[in-house]
């Protein structure tokens, strides 16, 4: 009998050993599998935010999207310096849209709006409209800049090269490469943290102030969660819940393309702006 209760003690030190082993495998693969998830996070809040830049002409640049709306490459015109916004010297188009088209710019526009009106713009696409009140409060040499160019009709035709479901749209350069621009850049305008929200319109970037004419809409939750690395100028108060969906869902969703092109053709058929 006591040899019997000697091998029934070993037998439940192994069972106790066997099971505290398997606890601590459980316990390992758990903290792998948390850091696996938080690197997959990290990772994909990287690309989104990457994927707000414009691209450059380059070939052996890497792809971005334009939510990285790095202006023109082929800008001849250096980037404002930081600091108080300096307006150029570009004459302000015709306010009643009288003027011709014009998509090239030896520099950016001089003050072309009155500061202390409101602007609102007029986005008529191929998927509907969206009304955009633009802020030249927070952000008056962006506004500015938006303004001149739509009544410059430059937006007018053009075709939006970039869309990625639940994050942006971006538009706003006519060669629908991702490397066009205006010809010159202008300074940031920053936004605090945390006020980017759907229907947000913010200028697309290469890096501090090199913004041109290249703007994206945030169409879905992960374009709120962006860096305050983008002028927001704007908010769609109507379109949101009809015009902005159905360009969401033009977007490309794999994650390969970066967005490009859209699943579906985005055109922008006018920008129309109004001042009150």
Same mark, same amino acid.
């Given at each position: 009998?006591?040899?019997?209760?000697?091998?029934?003690?070993?037998?439940?030190?192994?069972?106790?050993?066997?099971?505290?082993?398997?606890?601590?495998?459980?316990?390992?693969?758990?903290?792998?599998?948390?850091?696996?998830?938080?690197?997959?996070?990290?990772?994909?809040?990287?690309?989104?935010?990457?994927?707000?830049?414009?691209?450059?002409?380059?070939?052996?640049?890497?792809?971005?999207?334009?939510?990285?709306?790095?202006?023109?490459?082929?800008? $001849? &015109?250096?980037?404002?310096?930081?600091?108080? #916004?300096?307006?150029?010297? !570009?004459?302000?188009?015709? /306010?009643?849209?009288? =003027?011709?088209?014009?998509?090239?710019?030896?520099?950016?526009?001089?003050?072309?709006?009155?500061?202390?009106?409101?602007?609102?713009?007029?986005?008529?696409?191929?998927?509907?409209?969206?009304?955009?009140?633009?802020?030249?409060?927070?952000?008056?040499?962006?506004?500015?800049?938006?303004?001149?160019?739509?009544?410059?009709?430059?937006?007018?035709? $053009? &075709?939006?090269?970039?869309?990625?479901?639940? #994050?942006?749209?971006?538009? !706003?350069?006519?060669?629908? /490469?991702?490397?066009? =621009?205006?010809?010159?850049?202008?300074?940031?305008?920053?936004?605090?943290?945390?006020?980017?929200?759907?229907?947000?319109?913010?200028?697309?970037?290469?890096?501090?102030?090199?913004?041109?004419?290249?703007?994206?809409?945030?169409?879905?939750?992960?374009?709120?969660?962006?860096?305050?690395?983008?002028?927001?100028?704007?908010?769609?108060?109507?379109?949101?819940?009809?015009?902005?969906?159905?360009?969401?869902?033009?977007?490309?969703?794999?994650?390969?393309?970066?967005?490009?092109?859209?699943?579906?053709?985005?055109?922008?058929?006018?920008?129309?702006?109004?001042?009150?």
């Amino acid at each position: 009998m006591g040899t019997d209760k000697r091998n029934r003690q070993k037998e439940n030190r192994r069972a106790r050993q066997s099971e505290l082993e398997k606890q601590l495998q459980r316990q390992k693969l758990v903290r792998r599998s948390t850091r696996i998830a938080l690197l997959v996070g990290v990772v994909v809040a990287i690309v989104a935010a990457i994927s707000l830049w414009p691209e450059s002409d380059s070939t052996t640049a890497p792809e971005t999207t334009e939510t990285s709306v790095a202006e023109n490459s082929e800008t $001849t &015109v250096a980037p404002v310096p930081a600091g108080p #916004f300096e307006y150029g010297q !570009g004459e302000c188009a015709p /306010t009643d849209g009288s =003027g011709d088209q014009v998509r090239e710019f030896a520099s950016a526009p001089k003050l072309c709006i009155d500061p202390t009106k409101t602007y609102t713009a007029l986005i008529s696409t191929n998927k509907g409209d969206l009304t955009v009140v633009l802020d030249p409060t927070k952000a008056p040499g962006t506004v500015n800049n938006f303004v001149n160019l739509a009544r410059s009709k430059y937006f007018d035709d $053009t &075709v939006c090269h970039r869309a990625i479901p639940t #994050f942006v749209v971006q538009c !706003g350069d006519p060669t629908a /490469t991702g490397a066009g =621009g205006p010809g010159y850049a202008i300074a940031d305008e920053l936004p605090a943290a945390g006020e980017y929200k759907l229907g947000s319109l913010a200028m697309a970037n290469s890096g501090p102030n090199t913004n041109g004419s290249q703007f994206f809409i945030i169409s879905g939750e992960q374009g709120m969660t962006l860096p305050p690395s983008y002028s927001l100028f704007g908010q769609v108060t109507a379109g949101l819940d009809t015009t902005l969906p159905l360009l969401d869902k033009a977007g490309n969703s794999d994650p390969a393309s970066n967005g490009v092109p859209p699943k579906e053709e985005i055109r922008i058929i006018s920008v129309q702006i109004t001042e009150s």
